[in-house]
């Protein structure tokens, strides 16, 4: 029988079977515009071909505006880049992809994960005429992979042989008690977990419960103490030098200072305190902290300070550095039940490069060291690799919270130092801290300044308690200043109002009834932009922490203070230039 004549093959339609094609392709010219796409990366882009043919490629696919993060459009261009550059195909990383919804879809982006790879076609004369953008999408590979469920459904193939049917099933029943011990376990952990972390909830709380306590209570004797030296001072002025009265104010007023001291350390626990960064001299922080260590660990312990001499500045806060010495003096009080010595030392060191890569998370230059040892029980390598966790503690019941080493960790980091720790159940524990050295010198503050600048501006005074304002009404006067008086913000703004003339400066306390500081600032500056703001408080609440504490017009004196170091900064304000009265 014959064989039918065969047909010729019918005609390819390329074109046909390229947008037909199951892949996700894009055909660009090398300006990016888009020449051909398949049906597969329209429906995965949710877009029309007559939507986007002709039409440049990073006119039609942006970054969602609303990610500052994403970087799908960068990564495309260098991609494409490259391939014009080098005239070889480039792949690009899984990277996220914003892709844009139309609006009968709802609108807004949808977040998918690509693996692309651009690559060129060349004509006959080696020139790119167009480049084929190939995507893969890994959608769901990456979101199961960041749901960590991938790792549980990887498991080996069932093998094939007959005769690893037993080992297979063997395997499977293993894994499935290794499974129930592992939840078992888990189980066991996370009521552990629940149990410690309901103890620490019940630490923090009562912790907060006496921060606000101490916070309170510094508050209310910052005031008193703000009374007190404001009119020993005031009365150390008008007696002369050789009046025998002079010494017993001015044994008033380092009482008052001391007091002041104790008020910061209240601050400083209770985590209200204004941090003020500049140039200190441990060696002065040392001395001044003296009485209260000695106090603070008791008669059975020695204290000894050695400072260096020629010790160079650090820039830090005060408080915290206080807080430092404070907690560690604690800790090495209660590793010493029975007495000891407890040495605080100062030196200056410059760290090495072989200092450095010894130790992790150290850097070369010159450091002011801290050094506080004890001769206590000291600690063992377990105690000692947890010691910095918040909550962590070896004291028994009610008898430490698990946070003053924390603390201490991220104070000298807040300030780019760092520490070092040794300790030994035989020797005791000695704690290293390095802080950068800073440029320039500490400033001394007199105590009694020689001239303190007068002045005949009229003041805004704003503060609710009595003997305060009394005390610093008096104060300005003393300098020259004309004084009107308010007792909380709604009176000072109706005060304000009424005044015909100008008014220099406001001075203003930060927390009253009705309205406060802040407050009475913003509405101020609402009215009248160029008012200058004195802000003062004994009590640094979080009120004082807003814009306005920022505001270039504005400036904080920390009660309690003596009337000339108002006056000094009063005056400070007026002749500061770019601001003029209100």
Do not use: C
């Amino acid at each position: 029988m014959a064989r039918p004549p065969s047909r010729p093959p019918p005609a390819l339609d390329f074109r046909a079977l390229f947008e037909s094609s199951p892949g996700l392709y894009l055909v660009l010219t090398p300006d990016f515009t888009i020449a051909a796409v398949s049906d597969a990366y329209l429906s995965a882009t949710m877009t029309r071909r007559e939507e986007i043919i002709g039409r440049g490629l990073f006119e039609i696919f942006q970054d969602d505006p609303s990610d500052p993060k994403a970087s799908g459009e960068d990564n495309r261009r260098a991609s494409l880049g490259r391939v014009l550059a080098l005239k070889r195909p480039d792949a690009m990383a899984v990277k996220k992809y914003d892709i844009p919804r139309s609006e009968s879809e709802g609108g807004g982006f949808e977040e998918r994960y690509w693996s692309p790879v651009n690559s060129p076609i060349l004509d006959a004369g080696g020139n790119i005429s167009f480049i084929i953008h190939r995507v893969e999408d890994v959608t769901e590979f990456v979101r199961l992979k960041l749901r960590r469920t991938e790792e549980d459904r990887l498991t080996e193939e069932v093998r094939t042989r007959a005769g690893m049917v037993e080992a297979e099933i063997f395997r499977r029943a293993q894994e499935i008690q290794d499974q129930l011990q592992t939840e078992a376990e888990e189980r066991r952990k996370t009521e552990d977990a629940l149990r410690v972390s309901e103890e620490q909830l019940r630490q923090v709380q009562k912790m907060e419960a006496i921060g606000t306590l101490a916070g309170g209570v510094a508050h209310d004797f910052n005031n008193l103490l703000t009374t007190i030296m404001g009119y020993s001072q005031l009365l150390a002025m008008r007696l002369s030098s050789d009046d025998p009265s002079l010494h017993d104010i001015e044994e008033i007023l380092k009482a008052a200072t001391r007091a002041s001291m104790l008020t910061r350390q209240l601050l400083a626990f209770s985590r209200r305190e204004v941090v003020q960064p500049r140039l200190v001299d441990l060696n002065s922080i040392v001395a001044e902290m003296g009485r209260m260590l000695r106090r603070l660990i008791g008669e059975s312990i020695d204290l000894v300070v050695v400072p260096a001499e020629g010790l160079w500045a650090v820039k830090a806060d005060t408080g915290h550095i206080e807080q430092v010495i404070m907690n560690l003096s604690v800790n090495a009080r209660d590793a010493m039940p029975d007495g000891g010595r407890l040495t605080i030392e100062t030196s200056n060191i410059e760290l090495g490069e072989v200092y450095v890569g010894e130790h992790i998370g150290a850097s070369p230059g010159q450091y002011v060291l801290l050094v506080v040892s004890d001769t206590g029980t000291g600690m063992d390598a377990e105690t000692k690799a947890r010691m910095f966790e918040p909550f962590f503690t070896t004291k028994g019941p009610g008898k430490g919270t698990g946070l003053g080493l924390s603390t201490v960790y991220g104070v000298v980091k807040q300030w780019g130092g760092t520490v070092e720790v040794y300790s030994d159940p035989r020797w005791g524990t000695t704690f290293k801290i390095y802080f950068p050295r800073a440029s320039g010198t500490v400033e001394r503050e007199s105590e009694f300044p020689v001239v303190v600048p007068r002045g005949s501006e009229t003041v805004l005074l704003v503060e609710d308690q009595d003997a305060v304002a009394a005390v610093i009404r008096a104060a300005l006067q003393h300098y020259g200043y004309q004084v009107l008086e308010a007792r909380h913000g709604d009176e000072a703004l109706a005060l304000r109002e009424r005044h015909e003339g100008t008014i220099a400066l406001v001075v203003t306390d930060v927390v009253m009834p009705v309205m406060g500081g802040p407050e009475l600032a913003k509405r101020l500056w609402a009215r009248w932009p160029e008012t200058k703001v004195l802000f003062m408080s004994g009590y640094t609440e979080r009120a004082f922490s807003s814009h306005a504490a920022l505001d270039p017009r504005a400036s904080f004196l920390q009660k309690p203070f003596m009337p000339e170091a108002l006056a000094l900064r009063v005056r400070e304000m007026l002749d500061a230039k770019g601001v003029a009265t209100a």
